[in-house]
């Protein structure tokens, strides 16, 4: 029995959490990622396209001028090497566009590793994967841009409980096996106002939900955990009447269509990619606004 069940914890190991990534080079030794779906899309320059204004950098771009920023900007790396052809990694960031200047080669790949989240983590950088025997970090892009652009983010929509009368912040329950991706939401739903309780898998945040039944405003579940994944834990909630009209959302790092189908049939109410924090965050202000 034993060996079963180890079995099944593997194969849920192999299937879950495959992160799609964008793989660059900033400088020659060293290896960055990001999640693919973050960017919007990725230009050739030459090194002469970049301008140094009021202290800015920036480069023309489709009849506007656009903000460039560099890993090392930030973070403690190597800077950008002096290459004269370059890549501008292009992200929408606070409903701003803006560049990270990066070297090739390029490439985007699936990979489904555990992420440490310790060893290289600090301002920008996230963490770390080995690919291909190269430990490459994976850069924090709205880290970078909060730290280089704070001005763009003095807009950012926080739970404030003296302006919506509330007693207190809403509680969210995140239901997630990884400890990377829950550090990551975790902060994200803090900076926001909210207060976080966390279950490490499915049953766990059952048992979470039901011990704290009038504190929980919503559940931000992953959909692959051991023990109860996230569509049991969704349709053990469901068929609760306490919790009918409790809002779920799903984080998935790549959603099907037959996913999504089979989510929204047992009651999840909304699919979001992991790290995808502004879509994200958006959709849990939204609701937020309607429950208090």
Known sequence: ASEVAIAAEEAIRAKKDKQALLIFRSSETEHFAVPLNQVERIEKIHRSDIEELGGKRVMQYRGGSLSLICVDDVAMVHPLA?????LVIVFNIANQSVGLLAIGP???????????DVTLKQTGIMGSVIIDKHTTMLVNVFELVQTLFPSWFENQE?????????????????AEDSNFFRNQVKGYMTEAGYNVLEGEDGRIAWHVLQENKDKISMLVTDIEMPNMNGFELTQTIRSDPR?????????????????????????IDEYHIKLDKERLMASVHTYMKRLH
């Open 243 to 267: 919790f009918s009209n409790l809002p779920i959302i799903a984080l998935t790092t790549l959603a099907g269509e037959e996913d999504v189908a089979k989510g929204k049939a047992v009651g």
């Open 158 to 174: 926080i739970f404030d409980v003296e302006t919506t009368g509330a007693s207190e912040a809403p509680t969210i329950l995140i």
């Open 82 to 86: 002096d290459h004269d052809n370059l």
């Open 106 to 116: 390029i490439d985007a790949l699936e990979i489904g590793v555990e992420i440490d």
